[in-house]
């Protein structure tokens, strides 16, 4: 499956930003969506993730409560509303698609990655 990000930009603490990610080919429908962040000098973190159906999702500490995962598997596409954004949210996002069943929360269990897009949050 081919992953396209989309939504990232310059938004000031306390906003909010919606990213998307368009999938094409592959098997989206049946694939767990991702989501990862990777800041400057930093190692690629898990952020969010979902099930298939999306009827199951995980999400890191450092996002819960502010971050939620959705998808669309008629419109092939999955989410990731942030809300009440901190300076430390500032990375590149990242959409992956696994084939695992489960919700995988390491980048090893990702099949398929987007190409990134940019959050930057003002303090």
């Known amino acids: 499956v081919q992953l396209q990000a989309s939504g990232g930009g310059l938004v000031e603490a306390g906003g909010s930003l919606r990213l998307s990610c368009a999938a094409s080919?592959?098997?989206?429908?049946?694939?767990?969506m991702g989501w990862f962040r990777q800041a400057p000098g930093k190692e690629r973190e898990f952020v969010a993730a979902?099930?298939?159906?999306?009827?199951?999702?995980y999400y890191a500490d450092s996002v819960k409560g502010r971050f939620t995962i959705s998808r669309d598997n008629a419109k092939n596409t999955v989410w990731l509303q942030m809300n009440s954004l901190k300076s430390e949210d500032t990375a590149v996002y990242y959409c992956?698609?696994?084939?695992?069943?489960?919700?995988?929360?390491?980048?090893?269990?990702?099949?398929?990655w987007g190409q990134g897009t940019l959050v930057t949050v003002s303090s």
């Open positions: 979902l099930n298939w159906s999306g009827g199951s999702t």
């Open positions: 992956a698609a696994s084939t695992r069943v489960f919700i995988p929360t390491t980048r090893a269990l990702y099949n398929s």
């Open positions: 080919g592959g098997t989206f429908s049946r694939s767990s």
